[in-house]
């Protein structure tokens, strides 16, 4: 049975037909809230309230895009809502600096795979990225994590931020290059 065929049928009040349209994009819409929160826990709430939003506006989906776009883009939406909301709670209530970066270095510590040396390497190299993407103006930096995730082609992400293809494009692009300027200002000689 096909999206819409599966759409027609939950606004006539089958449910079923809805579970089956979200069995068919959980995976999708999870892996975008993902790319949006970084967070496995805050991703599936942030999944979990986009298809109750989809599900109570089932009858103002027009069949414009699919309905796997649609839902994407209520996701996407539903992420960045959340992410600003965590955003302001962790600024009130976060723990220090100190504390966030010796967590991460002694837990790669623990796992014993690799010398010390190449753990706080290959981690003072994780945290610069993360922090150069963060430093991102959002627009680029929700690009970028979407792009970088695979998951999703330029179209479906310009869909998701309400942005041309092309704009979607040079967001990825100028990101990518800001990123790499930045790490190799910080002394990353080998990054691209």
Known sequence: MTDAELVERARQGDRTAFGDLVDRHRAAVFR?????????????DAA???????????????????FKTWVLTIAW????????????WWRLFAQTRADRE???????????DRSPEETLADDRLRRDIAREIRSLSPKLRDALLLAQSGEYSYEDIGIMVNSPVGTVKWRVSEARRLVKKRLRECGYADVG
């Open 32 to 44: 975008a809230a993902l790319a949006a929160l970084g967070s496995r826990t805050d991703a599936e």
């Open 48 to 66: 979990q309230e986009a298809f109750l939003t989809a599900y109570r506006r089932l009858d103002g989906f027009r069949g414009d895009a699919s």
């Open 102 to 112: 010796r967590g991460s270095v002694e837990d790669d510590y623990a796992s014993g």
């Open 77 to 88: 939406h539903q992420a960045i809502n959340q992410r600003r909301r965590i955003t302001r």
